[in-house]
C-alpha cells in the first residue's frame, strides 16, 4: 500500500529555540485510504500533529511527506474538523459548507459557474449526515451536534484525499456522537478517503480505524501501533464483544503509563 | 367551554393592561423629569439665570425658533459630515491595523496616545490652519469620532477564531481569503456597534468646536445666548443637542439592527 502520509523523525518546538517541545522523534505512516486513530495522554502534541501534516506549522528538523511531496505549505488536498465546529454566523449552513470551493484553487475559478452542480453536492451531503433540509438554516439555529454533521459536510465537500479530524465528537452525547461514528465509517467506506482521527475516546478509535497510533506524554512520539482486527463493516454491536473491550482495556493501560511516566 | 372562549375573545381587559408600559416608559421618564425640574423651580424659586424652568426653555424655543433652527441644522451638518468623514476614514484604518499583528502592535499605542490627547486642545491648531467656521467643527468631530470605529474594527479583525483561520489556511488560503472571507464579515458587528458611540462623541467635537471657534452652529449659539445671560436659550440649546443626539443615536441603532441581525442572535453578540 503506498503511503499517503510519512513523517519522519519529527521535531515541532513551539515559540524559538527556548520555546515548548510539542514532539520530538514523531514517526507515523498512514496508507492511501487507511483510517488511523491517534490516541495520548492531554496535551501531548496530537493536535501539533494534525498541524505539521496539513503544513500549518513546518517542523525544525525532520520531514513530513503527504501525497509523494515535502510539506512546505498549507497542502490544499485534505479537509479538517476540529472539536469546535466554527460555523460563521453571517453565512447559512450551506453557504458554510460551500466555503471552501471558494477558497481552493482548483474550485474557486469554477464555483460561480458551476453553482447549481456544487450545492446539488452539497446538499447529497447534508442528506447523508441525516441534515436534509437544514442548508438555509443559520448555524446558530442548528444545535451543537447538527453544527458538527455540517462541520463534517464542510470539510469534505471538496473533496479531499486526506480528511483530518481532531476530536470532533468530543462535545456530543454518546448517541449523537455512536450515530456519526456510523456516517464517518460509511463515509470512509464509499469515498475510500484516508482518515486520521485524533480522539481522546478509546471506543471511538477502536471501532472507527485501521491502524490505532498511541503517542507518549509531552514532547510526543509514537510509542506503539496497533492494528484493528476487526472485519469490516463493522457494526455497533462489535463493541460488547469481548475481543473489542480487551483492546480498549490495553489502550487504556497503555495511555495511563504514558502518563505516568511523564 | 363556549364561557371560556367567549372569555378569551373580549377584549374587556381593564386600560392599565392593554397598555405596552415597556414602550411608554422612555416617554414617561422624559416628562417625568421636566415635571420633576419645574417643580424644583418652583420650591427653590431659583431665577431663570441660574437654572429656568422646563416651561420657561420651551417658551425660549418658540420665541427663537428661527435661529435655533438655523443654528441646529448647521450642527446637525458639522457633526455628520465630521462623522462620515470618521467612518470611512475609521474602517480603512481599522482594517489596516488589523490586517497583521506587527501593524496593530505598532500603531496601538501611538492610537492611544493619541485619543488621550483632548480634542479641544486641538481646535487652536485647526483654526490656525483652516480659520474660524465650519472646517475646525468637521474636523473636530472627525477626530474625536474615528478612535472608537478604528479600535472596533481592529478588535473584529484581531479575534478571529485561530481555528477557523486554520480551516482556511489547510484548504490554501491567502491573507486576503481570511480577511474577506472572515475578518471583514465578522468586524461589521463591531463596527456597527461602534457607530452608536462615535456619533455622540461627534456632536461633542463639533459643538466644542462651534462654541470655542465659529460664527454658526448651536455651540456658537449657546456661548453668545451665556454671554447675554440668555440662560433660557442656553438650555434651549443644550435641548436641541439631547434631541439630535437621540435621534441619530436610534438611526444608528437601527442601521445595526438592520445589517448584523445575525450577531444577536448568534453566540458572536457582543
Ligand atoms: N500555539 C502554541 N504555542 C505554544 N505552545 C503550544 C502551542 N500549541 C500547543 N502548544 C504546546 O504544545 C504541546 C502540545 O499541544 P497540542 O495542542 O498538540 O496537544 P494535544 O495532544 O492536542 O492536547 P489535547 O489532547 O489536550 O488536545 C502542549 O504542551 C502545548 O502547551
Ligand atoms: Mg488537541
Redesign the interface.
Known amino acids: 500500500m503506498p503511503h499517503l502520509v510519512t513523517i519522519d523523525n519529527v521535531d515541532m518546538r513551539y515559540g524559538g529555540a527556548a520555546g515548548t517541545l510539542a514532539v520530538s522523534g514523531l514517526t507515523m505512516k498512514v496508507g492511501k485510504g487507511e483510517f488511523a486513530a491517534v490516541v495520548g495522554p492531554s496535551g501531548c502534541g496530537k493536535s501539533t500533529l494534525m498541524?505539521l501534516v496539513?503544513?500549518?506549522h513546518i517542523p525544525q528538523s525532520g520531514v513530513v511527506v503527504v501525497a509523494e511531496k515535502q510539506v512546505t505549505k498549507?497542502?490544499?488536498i485534505?479537509g479538517?474538523?476540529?472539536q469546535?465546529p466554527?460555523m460563521?454566523?453571517?453565512r447559512t449552513t450551506l453557504d458554510n459548507i460551500l466555503?471552501?470551493l471558494?477558497?481552493?484553487?482548483r474550485h474557486r475559478h469554477r464555483l460561480r459557474a458551476n453553482k447549481k452542480e456544487y450545492v446539488e453536492k452539497a446538499e447529497h451531503l447534508l442528506e447523508t449526515v441525516g441534515l436534509k433540509g437544514f442548508g438555509s438554516k443559520?448555524?446558530?439555529q442548528l444545535s451543537g451536534g447538527m453544527q458538527q454533521r455540517a462541520n463534517l459536510c464542510?470539510a469534505l465537500i471538496?473533496e479531499p484525499e486526506l480528511l483530518?479530524l481532531d476530536e470532533p465528537f468530543g462535545a456530543l452525547d454518546a448517541f449523537t456522537r455512536e450515530e456519526l461514528w456510523c456516517v464517518i465509517r460509511d463515509l470512509h467506506a464509499a469515498q475510500g478517503v484516508t482518515i486520521i482521527l485524533v480522539t481522546h475516546d478509546l471506543r471511538e478509535a477502536t471501532f472507527l480505524a485501521d491502524r490505532i497510533f498511541v503517542m507518549s506524554a509531552r514532547p510526543g512520539k509514537v510509542l506503539k501501533e496497533h492494528t484493528v482486527p476487526f472485519a469490516r463493516p463493522r457494526d455497533l454491536e462489535v463493541m460488547y464483544e469481548k475481543a473489542f473491550n480487551d483492546m480498549v482495556h490495553e489502550l487504556h493501560g497503555e495511555i495511563a503509563s504514558a502518563r505516568v511516566v511523564a | 367551554m363556549s364561557v371560556l372562549t367567549e372569555n378569551t375573545a373580549t377584549p374587556a381587559k381593564p386600560l392599565a393592561q392593554r397598555i405596552n408600559w415597556v414602550k411608554l416608559a422612555p416617554w414617561l421618564y422624559t416628562i417625568g423629569l421636566f415635571v420633576l425640574w419645574e417643580l424644583l423651580v418652583i420650591v427653590l424659586q431659583t431665577p431663570p439665570t441660574i437654572l429656568p424652568a422646563p416651561s420657561r426653555v420651551f417658551q425660549a424655543i418658540v420665541q427663537y425658533w428661527s435661529p435655533i433652527w438655523k443654528n441646529s441644522l448647521q450642527t446637525l451638518y458639522t457633526t455628520t459630515v465630521g462623522f462620515a468623514i470618521a467612518v470611512v476614514a475609521g474602517l480603512a484604518i481599522g482594517l489596516f491595523i488589523g490586517w497583521s499583528k506587527a501593524i496593530y502592535a505598532g500603531l496601538y499605542p501611538l492610537m492611544i496616545g493619541f485619543n488621550a490627547i483632548p480634542k479641544v486642545a486641538l481646535v487652536p491648531i485647526l483654526v490656525i490652519w483652516f480659520g474660524i467656521g465650519a472646517v475646525p467643527a468637521i474636523l473636530t468631530a472627525f477626530l474625536i469620532s474615528f478612535f472608537p470605529i478604528v479600535v472596533n474594527v481592529a478588535t473584529g479583525l484581531a479575534t478571529i477564531e485561530p481555528e477557523t483561520e486554520d480551516v482556511l489556511r489547510a484548504l490554501g488560503a491567502k491573507k486576503l481569503d481570511i480577511m474577506l472571507k472572515v475578518g471583514i464579515p465578522r468586524s461589521m458587528p463591531y463596527f456597527f456597534g461602534s457607530l452608536k458611540v462615535a456619533i455622540t462623541l461627534a456632536f461633542v467635537g463639533s459643538v466644542v468646536s462651534e462654541t470655542v471657534a465659529s460664527n454658526y452652529g448651536l455651540g456658537n449659539m449657546m456661548s453668545s445666548a451665556q454671554s447675554q445671560f440668555n440662560v433660557p436659550l442656553v438650555f434651549a440649546g443644550l435641548l436641541m443637542l439631547a434631541v439630535e443626539g437621540i435621534a441619530m443615536y436610534a438611526l444608528m441603532a437601527w442601521i445595526e439592527m438592520r445589517m448584523t441581525g445575525w450577531a444577536h442572535r448568534s453566540s458572536m453578540s457582543q
Not at chain 1, 471558494?102 to 484553487?105: G, L, M, N, R
Open positions: 498541524k496539513t503544513g500549518l498549507p497542502v490544499s485534505v479538517m474538523a476540529f469546535n466554527t460563521l454566523p453571517w466555503l471552501p471558494e477558497i481552493v484553487e443559520f448555524p446558530w464542510r471538496h483530518m
